[in-house]
């Protein structure tokens, strides 16, 4: 079984789990093991999900000012969980092929394994939501229409990006190519490099 065969169902499983309340404050209830690379995906997918839900919310035209000051500040909170969890999943796959030796004349990625994986968590939350619009009772047929030839083209995406991750892991796992991964060093959360933090002390 390929990751990304393994990491669909998991992201699907994560996703459905959410809409049985569909509520954003919902605790999360794990299946698997902690600490596992399932556990991980799991968890990342959920947080995605979560995430989905805030940006809906505070798009609202009517949202009362406090509460989406409040909602900022949780949408801010999971972006940078988000960020954290896609560098622990990279640590994991260091670790995973830290015994691989590269090739003479491997070559670097554009990106690394988990930051595509992040990818692939936002596209199976796409096509549920897009899947969603397209079994709108209430939608004129236009609109179901038009949601279900963008379904076709985020299912072709997620087996283009499926594949693409795969042998990009295997092009590792061959030393063909080599990690090297970079931390997001996000700013703006930081109060010793957030001007408007470190000047409000």
Not at 158 to 167: E, F, G, N
Not at 187 to 193: E, G, I, L
């Given at each position: 079984m390929s990751f990304t065969?393994?990491?669909n169902p998991i992201f699907e499983r994560a996703i459905a789990d959410y809409h049985l309340t569909d509520d954003v404050d919902?605790?999360?209830k794990n299946p698997y093991q902690k600490d596992s690379i399932e556990y991980r995906l799991y968890l990342k997918c959920w947080i995605d999900t979560v995430q989905w839900h805030y940006e809906d919310i505070i798009r609202d035209p009517h949202i009362d000012p406090v509460e989406a000051l409040n909602l900022k500040r949780r949408i801010d909170g999971s972006n940078q969980d988000r960020t954290d969890l896609v560098e622990d999943i990279d640590t994991y796959f260091r670790q995973y092929y830290h015994e691989v030796k590269p090739l003479p004349d491997a070559r670097l990625n554009t990106e690394s394994p988990a930051w595509a994986v992040d990818r692939l968590?936002?596209?199976a939350l796409k096509i549920y939501h897009m899947q969603e619009q397209v079994e709108r009772q209430d939608a004129k047929p236009a609109h179901i229409?038009?949601?279900k030839a963008k379904l076709n083209v985020l299912l072709e995406q997620?087996?283009?990006?499926?594949?693409?991750?795969?042998?990009l892991l295997e092009d590792i796992e061959?030393?063909?190519k080599y990690m090297k991964v970079y931390r997001q060093m996000k700013?703006?959360?930081?109060?010793?490099?957030n001007p408007i933090l470190y000047n409000n002390k």
């Open positions: 065969e393994k990491a919902t605790p999360i968590s936002i596209l229409q038009k949601c997620q087996k283009d990006l499926s594949l693409a991750i795969d042998q061959a030393g063909r700013m703006y959360n930081d109060p010793s490099t």
